[in-house]
T-cell receptor, first 114, second 112 residues
Framework: NAGVTQTPKFQVLKTGQSMTLQCAQDMNHEYMSWYRQDPGMGLRLIHYSVGAGITDQGEVPNGYNVSRSTTEDFPLRLLSAAPSQTSVYFC?????????????FGSGTRLTVV | GENVEQHPSTLSVQEGDSAVIKCTYSDSASNYFPWYKQELGKRPQLIIDIRSNVGEKKDQRIAVTLNKTAKHFSLHITETQPEDSAVYFCAARGGSQGNLIFGKGTKLSVKP
């Protein structure tokens, strides 16, 4: 099993550009989520999904869109990149929304917006 | 919604000493409290968790305690080793169907 796979690992964007961060898991987890990690701010929830076709907003959803067409994939779209979106992004999956038995995190995407 | 406060933000100890990290939560309905360890440049990984019907849980050198009345929980690491150096995150799950909300993290440095 590959676990949770995130691509790309690094990305530099210009302000106003759009892009999609990819996340795929092969553990048949129903729950998937996106977090951003900023220095001194911990992990903040952007969007989450409890199953294919179901998504909802987390703590910091503005400027991001998600969709969940399959159980395996949960891409995160930046609509018009801003410097404030410079961060490390982690995708996570779990058997349950509440994280029983732990979240499996991807290796992260380091995004810089200039 | 749930809010999790974590202290201290940085902690430096000598090898062999104990380290304690404390977290408080706001939602009295929260019932699940995991701790994650993130080594430099790596992804967070679950190291221990506790549920609201348990007061303490141990796993070798790591223990977690929970005080539901005061709404706080703590991570205790004994006989610290250099490989314990990392950022530690506490988290709380709001209610029975809530998402995990993370604290801001504690950077632990263990000096040889």
């Amino acid at each position: 099993n590959a676990g949770v796979t995130q691509t790309p690992k690094f990305q530099v964007l210009k302000t106003g550009q759009s892009m999609t961060l990819q996340c795929a898991q092969d553990m048949n987890h129903e729950y998937m989520s996106w977090y951003r990690q900023d220095p001194g701010m911990g992990l903040r929830l952007i969007h989450y999904s409890v199953g294919a076709g179901i998504t909802d907003q987390g703590e910091v959803p503005n400027g991001y869109n998600v969709s969940r067409s399959t159980t395996e994939d949960f891409p995160l779209r930046l609509l018009s990149a801003a410097p404030s979106q410079t961060s490390v992004y982690f995708c996570a999956s779990s058997w349950s929304r509440g994280g029983d038995y732990g979240y499996t995190f991807g290796s992260g995407t380091r995004l810089t917006v200039v | 919604g749930e809010n999790v406060e974590q202290h201290p933000s940085t902690l430096s100890v000598q090898e062999g000493d104990s380290a304690v990290i404390k977290c408080t939560y706001s939602d009295s309905a929260s019932n699940y409290f995991p701790w994650y360890k993130q080594e430099l440049g790596k992804r967070p990984q679950l190291i221990i968790d506790i549920r609201s019907n348990v007061g303490e849980k141990k796993d070798q050198r790591i223990a977690v305690t929970l005080n539901k009345t005061a709404k706080h929980f703590s991570l205790h690491i004994t006989e610290t080793q250099p490989e314990d150096s990392a950022v530690y995150f506490c988290a709380a799950r709001g209610g029975s169907q809530g998402n995990l909300i993370f604290g801001k993290g504690t950077k632990l440095s263990v000096k040889p």
